[in-house]
């Protein structure tokens, strides 16, 4: 950019300029998103052959610097963002102030392809080194979206969208940059034709809501039900919500999905609760980020409590982690205005935004749910496995309740048991279903996925593995489970139906004030000591665990094991 082209203003960052429309951004001196799209759609009115490129760059993880080191921060974190910006750029391009954290750059006679991508590397190279901002030293990185235009045609909105759709094509890494193309253009359409049809679909009630349980591992009783949106699409076939959900978002019809979600959470779920033997079933509800924030949202829970008349903590509202770890204030707020109301809140894919603890602290929620990331790796040792383990005496601790996501196989299910978990969800338990599947499967009674049918050995075995844990005799709790393979006990059933069992009753008595909590920790780290070595048979290449040769019990038993402990 060349400094005569907008006037420059003072250089501290603490002393924003004033002024109308032709004055720079106040903060970084930068010419503002309007200033750049005039000047843009002049340059494209007089575009004869050549080519000039956009370049949409975003500050990575500029939220964290906002949230945990203060505005003042990051406001000179934006103003030195801006200098290496001008810096990396040639005299001729001109870069912008597009809005919070984002910046464009237009760059004008380009002679080949490749310019545009050297000049999208020397703008990640600016921002290798640190920024030293006096009271602190904050590393930050950029990602670069880049689409280039050859001939008339273009509008410069249209120009700059396309080069923030590049940006937003995989927010799965940093430090990246990408290039609009034919592909995703034809994304980019498939969309608009995908969000026009959903908005006519939810006028003529063609989105179906369907009903995925939460299960309590240790009895197999649901505990309760996630109502969840399904689009059967007559000519697509089933279109997944992770795709229509965000562009429900986007085409500004997320509203309307939620009211219906609620109109029929609130006319179907008494007809699951009424087989409950207990009464107590929950109503789990999820709410994207852009819900969280809508006008009906208040009033349609409170509408949905009252009609529904039933206890609010018997309705939880799921959130995404990434919408509250950035903790903006609306969010917070709206969560606050949520509990008031009386209701739960669940953190919905916790692990996936690396929430402090700190913050977990500080966050107004009941419940987290752990990412189905976390559990595809589990029953054998890995990073998940530790990571799943770490968060439950987090947790605890804190009074917050946990629910394990995804779980498909009866090894993670095993796993998760026998880690101290008590409650999941996923295929291995339940798929969703329509509301009269969920009602008939409350009213079944425990899901016979949770238990293994008992056995005189497998009695034996907890009960004295659950001894050596009272006792806090780690060696004999190896022992224990040295014998309960000798006599061919499989590892996964010993990891839910000896340790995990164990394990369990072993935390009902130290919350019910009948333990020292410094024997609890002890049998859970032997417990934690002994999984390992169960999972550790199976990696090592020794032979996997056999069921032992029992008969099987009477079908009057096994319904009676079924529905104990």
Known sequence: MNPSDFPAGAAAPDGPVAG?????????????????????????????????????????????????????????????????????????????????????????????????????????????????????????????????????????????????????????????????????????????????????????????????????????????????????????????????????????CVGDLLGRLLAHAAAEFPLIAACDPTRSISLAINVSSSQLTSDPLIGGIRALVEELDVDPQRIIIE??????????????????????????????DFGTASTSIAQLRSLPIDQIKLDRSFVVGLGEASADAALAAGVLPLARALGIEVVAEGIETEGQLAHLFALGYRQGQGYMLARPGPVADAAELVASGPIAATRTAETAP????????????????AKRAESVIAEAVGVGIDGITIQSEVIGRALHWIDSE???????????????????????????????????????????????AAQRSSRSG
Do not use: M
């Open 20 to 252: 109308g429309p032709g004055a720079p951004d106040p903060l970084t001196r930068l010419p503002t998103r309007r200033q750049f799209l005039d000047r843009l759609g002049a340059d494209l009115e007089a575009l004869e052959g050549g080519a000039l490129a956009v370049l949409f760059v975003d500050i990575d993880g500029f939220r964290r610097v906002n949230r945990d080191l203060g505005h003042g921060i990051a406001d000179q974190l934006l103003f030195s963002a801006a200098r290496r910006l001008l810096s990396a750029v040639g005299d001729d391009d001109l870069v912008a102030r597009a809005g919070g954290d984002e910046f464009v750059v237009l760059s004008r006679g380009l002679a080949t392809g490749s310019d545009v991508v050297d000049l999208a590397e020397a703008i990640l190279e600016a921002f290798d080194d640190p920024f030293d901002l006096g009271a602190e030293v904050v590393a930050a990185t950029v990602s670069v979206g880049v689409v280039v235009c050859e001939g008339p045609g273009a509008s410069a909105e249209s120009l700059v969208g396309d080069a923030e759709s590049a940006l937003e094509r995989d927010r799965s890494g940093s430090r990246r940059f990408e290039l609009f193309d034919e592909e995703l253009r034809e994304r980019i359409r498939y969309r608009a034709e995908i969000g026009r049809e959903l908005t006519a679909s939810l006028a003529s009630d063609e989105i179906a809501f369907h009903y995925q349980p939460i299960v309590d591992i240790a009895s197999g009783r649901v505990v309760s039900v996630e109502v969840l949106a399904r689009w059967h699409h007559p000519e697509r076939g089933a279109i997944s919500p992770e795709l229509f959900v965000p562009i429900a978002e986007e085409s500004g």
């Open 319 to 348: 959130i995404s982690e990434s919408a509250l770890s950035g903790a903006a204030d609306a969010y917070l707020a709206r969560v606050t205005e949520l509990r008031a109301l009386g209701v739960r809140i669940s953190l919905d």
């Open 458 to 473: 497998l009695t034996e075995a907890r009960e004295a593995f659950r001894r050596a844990l009272l006792a806090g005799d």
């Open 510 to 556: 130290w919350e019910a004030g009948r333990l020292r909590a410094a024997d609890e920790h002890l049998a859970a780290a032997i417990c934690e000591r002994q999984l390992a070595a169960v999972l550790d048979s199976h990696i090592a290449g020794e032979p996997r665990f056999r069921k032992a040769e029992v008969p099987a019990p009477s079908p009057a």
